[in-house]
């Protein structure tokens, strides 16, 4: 299966860079995966529904391509590093082809698109920064395939 993970935001982060090139070519090693940046949306004299709204809109727009579409939000389902990686194996045995995980902008997601969403993720009940998400994601996918695959890098 393939993994896109879209996020939507701006970040010259000097910590998230770092997560990027220490966790992208290590999860490369186990699965396609596709890393995709788009930039906050500028709508004219904007409310924050306006900006959602436009950044729903992108987000539809890429998941045309795929056949699942999963959100990070703070008011999703709780789920544990096993339970992570147990999603991803069920996905991969659905025949899932592709799937697209999306972390979302400052103001988070527009209300319409959460009925649109096969899951809806938390890593926590606290709300995190979308430049810190992308850290925590890219080492939960990580850890989810090292947990599939019987590598010895998670413990519990
Ligand atoms: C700053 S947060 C969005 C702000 C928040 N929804 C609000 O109402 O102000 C940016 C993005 O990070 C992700 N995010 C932040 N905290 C999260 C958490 N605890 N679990 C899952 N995703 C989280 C979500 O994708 C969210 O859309």
């Not at 906050?40 to 004299?45: H, I, L, S, T, Y």
């Amino acid at each position: 299966m393939k993994i896109s993970l879209l996020t939507i935001g701006k970040s010259n982060i000097s910590y998230v860079n770092e997560a990027e090139t220490y966790y992208l070519p290590r999860l490369r090693h186990y699965t396609r995966f596709e890393y995709l940046k788009q930039e906050p949306k500028k709508v004219a004299n904007a409310d924050i529904t306006s900006v959602q709204k436009a950044e729903m809109e992108l987000i539809l727009r890429e998941s045309e391509g795929s056949d699942c579409l999963i959100l990070f939000d703070e008011r999703g389902k709780l789920l544990s590093s096993r339970e992570l990686a147990a999603l991803i194996g069920q996905l991969q045995n659905n025949s899932v082809r592709h799937s697209l995980w999306v972390i979302g902008g400052a103001y988070g997601f527009h209300s319409d698109l959460y009925s649109k969403a096969k899951k809806i993720i938390s890593l926590s009940k606290l709300t995190f920064s979308h430049q810190l998400v992308r850290v925590i994601v890219l080492e939960q996918f990580y850890r989810a395939f090292t947990i599939l695959h019987n590598h010895p890098y998670h413990h519990d």
